[in-house]
């Protein structure tokens, strides 16, 4: 999966523009399900293959692993771009 065909899944693509207008913003899988109105289960398998692709960067302790935003700038260049051709279709 690349970053084009993840933004074609509703679920993966609520979750990046959540983290893409909140770039500064770490939260939990409870926390992202609740904001995207997602099945916690759903968005956290969601949440961890964006953590494969390098969307997101997961910070992992023994009882919660929080997500952020990468910070990696071609990403978010690139994620921008998608996003704005998807509302412009």
């Not at 997961?58 to 952020?68: E, F």
Request: net charge positive; glycine share 2%; proline share 3%.
């Amino acid at each position: 999966m690349n970053i084009d065909e993840t933004l074609l899944s509703p679920i993966h693509k609520k979750i990046v523009v959540f983290f893409h207008e909140n770039q500064a913003c770490i939260d939990t899988p409870r926390g992202i399900s609740t904001w995207i109105r997602e099945d916690r289960s759903k968005a956290k398998k969601a949440l961890e293959d964006l953590v494969k692709l390098e969307i997101l960067v997961a910070h992992r302790t023994p009882s919660t692993t929080g997500y952020s935003y990468t910070r990696n700038e071609k990403i978010i260049s690139k994620i921008k771009k998608l996003l704005k051709k998807i509302k412009s279709s």
